[in-house]
């Protein structure tokens, strides 16, 4: 499954290019958080210091310490002699990042439904327009791009919500889901659901109704979890 995160990194430069504004690590570690994000490092796989060298025309050395930032994330974890390897989440793992994510949503839907009329109008605007993809993506089956908008709506509220730290924590929260994701979630789970959901969200912020947009949110990620739960306990019987 491939998505579009709100923050996916894009294709990078050339590592000489970037390095003229950040370090050669830091463009490292984005290209590798694009293979990982896009599927193209499953999760389980081993990431191999000197292909990747390889790939980029690198040493060793920025790829060790891109590895390092990514692992402190929790995308990849070190195994001694035998490699760094995309994080394979356990069951437990995606339930205590669900209620940590359930209580971010809150917290950024409460902000957001605060704001004043004319950020209001323009956050309703996206939500409204994510929304509609979520009913056509639901309609054709299509649950890539049914997750993809699914992003794009809590992406907006957090953004909003205009916290860099709540924005930081979060990503790295739902970059985290997002490898349990990549293996697991190719049927849809509860779109009709979840999409009501969305749309009362939405009314509460468009209303300005900050108590009840964050009650919502949070309910909606409780609810999220809860139509998983029968895939994780196949995983974790």
Known sequence: MTARLPWIPGKPPSAVAAVRDVSL????????????????LAPGSR????????????????????????????????????????????????????????VLDGHAGARAAALGDAGRRALSKTLDTATGAMRR????????????????????????????KLMAAYRGIVQQLHLWRLKNLS?????????AEHVAIAKAVREGDSARAGRLLADHVGAALRRLEPQLKEENP
Do not use: C
């Open 25 to 40: 690590a830091k463009v490292v570690r984005e290209d590798i958080l694009a293979l990982i994000l896009g599927g193209e």
């Open 47 to 102: 990431i191999n210091e000197p292909d990747m060298a390889e790939r980029l025309g690198i040493s060793r050395v920025p790829v060790r310490e891109a590895l390092r930032e990514l692992e402190a994330t929790g995308l990849v974890v070190s195994r001694k002699n035998v490699g760094v390897f995309v994080r394979e989440l356990v069951a437990r793992e995606v339930a205590e990042l669900y209620e940590l994510r359930a």
């Open 137 to 164: 993506a639901a309609r054709r089956g299509d649950v890539p791009a049914y997750y993809d908008e699914n992003l794009r709506f809590h992406w907006a509220i957090v953004e909003a919500a205009g916290n860099g």
């Open 187 to 195: 049927q849809p789970v509860g779109m009709a659901a979840s999409i």
